[in-house]
């Protein structure tokens, strides 16, 4: 909190334009698409995925700005159907034609709330911005996501949080030293939130920031599991991680961490599933059977009995054989088709619709249970899939 202003810090650095914004080059530097998009002022549904603390509010509010449009922001934690409603029949300002929602965790709105707004952005009377740390593909309704443009955002770089870092000293007037700038830039972990946060805090109880007094306050005021942080990246990739080990004590360990955090039971029932298939594969096809039911089990339940499912499921993944093949052979053969492009299919393999393509011998000569090589031409021999059983 800023003393001579009592406004917090993140507030007093938010960039009000482009130019003062730090990170996603890739999106907004020179002739990149939301920097075109924004200089003309061309204004369209649009999700931003990508972790907590990399400017997807800013960017919402930058947007509305340069648009001229009325910016209305809700959280899908606690927004309904009502206050959409009020949204659409509140009256715009003089000179402004749009209204833009800026809908924060889009991924909690379920689906009823989903199908109720889109409507709206279809028709153009709301123009929908969402944020997720989430993959909408699994969170958003299909017809919602294909009237949006989706737009990845990254982690800031060292380089970038260490700007964030040293234009919140200005403001403060006050001075940081190397050695606690680096530390906090690697506790920050890519998130200006938590950057900027741990800097206000320490100059509010301290009026000084070091090594020692950005420490102290990271003890003081919050334990370092924060479901939208760092820490829950890491969290989860041991998780995966012990379960990839066999380690049944330690992938129910890092699950007990995340269930006291309260996280998402749906997000780690989707990592176990896609865990079933990844590094369990053949070994036991039955995982992902059982995978599949922890996840109807958590999003039929909830908290708290969902996590004696989720316990369930991890010792049984964890315990289970493992095999790799299909995942390895998919990517393999996905390298493939990333180096070779759209090889033409056999004929042999192709569908025979009309006269034409029967005479040009589509179809000739094919058996439900041949043994050929079925791959194109140029990929003859090639083997993806390596049976591991053999």
């Given at each position: ?15 009000k ?32 995925w ?23 922001e ?25 209204k833009?929602?800026?809908l ?24 929908l ?9 699994f ?70 920031l ?6 102290t ?85 909830g ?5 004696i ?7 049984y ?40 393509m029967?005479?040009?011998?589509y ?7 041949s ?20």
């Amino acid at each position: 909190m800023n003393t001579q202003t009592g406004q917090p810090l993140a507030m007093l650095l938010r960039p009000k334009s482009l130019k003062d914004f730090v990170g996603q080059s890739h999106l907004v530097g020179e002739n990149k698409p939301l920097r075109i998009a924004i200089e003309n002022h061309q204004i369209f549904s649009m999700i931003f995925w990508g972790p907590p603390g990399v400017g997807k509010t800013t960017l919402a509010k930058i947007i509305a700005k340069e648009s001229n449009a009325d910016l209305f922001e809700m959280s899908a934690v606690s927004a309904s159907k009502d206050d959409i409603k009020k949204i659409l029949n509140a009256n715009n300002n003089l000179t402004i034609n749009k209204k833009v929602l800026f809908l924060d965790e889009i991924h909690r709105f379920n689906k009823a709330q989903q199908d109720f707004l889109l409507p709206y952005v279809e028709s153009g009377q709301l123009t929908l911005i969402g944020a997720t740390t989430e993959n909408p593909s699994f969170e958003v309704i299909a017809p919602l996501l294909s009237r949006c443009r989706v737009f990845v955002l990254k982690e800031l770089s060292e380089e970038e949080t260490g700007e964030i870092i040293k234009r919140a000293c200005k403001i403060l007037k006050t001075k940081i030293d190397k050695t606690a700038k680096d530390w906090l830039i690697q506790m920050a972990n890519g998130d200006a939130r938590q950057a900027i946060t741990m800097i206000d805090n320490a100059f509010t109880l301290y009026e000084k920031l070091t090594i020692e007094t950005l420490k102290t306050t990271l003890q003081n005021s919050f334990l370092r599991f924060d479901k939208k942080g760092s820490e829950h990246y890491d969290t989860i990739s041991a998780f995966i991680k012990s379960m990839r080990a066999s380690n049944a004590d330690a992938a129910l360990y890092y699950l007990a961490r995340m269930v006291e955090a309260g996280e998402d039971p749906k997000f780690i029932a989707r990592r176990m599933v896609i865990f079933a298939s990844e590094d369990i594969g053949m070994a036991n096809s039955n995982a992902l059977l059982l995978a599949n039911q922890v996840f109807q089990a958590v999003t039929q339940i909830g908290y708290p009995e969902c996590a004696i499912n989720l316990a369930h499921g991890v010792t049984y993944l964890a315990l289970s054989p493992k095999n790799r093949s299909a995942y390895d052979g998919l990517r393999s053969a996905q390298a493939d088709v990333k180096t070779y492009g759209n090889l033409p299919i056999p004929l042999v393999l192709r569908n025979a619709e009309t006269q034409l393509m029967k005479d040009l011998d589509y179809g000739k000569g094919y058996e439900k249970y041949s043994k050929e090589d079925l791959l194109p031409e140029k990929l003859k021999g090639r083997k993806y899939y390596i049976d591991l059983k053999k």
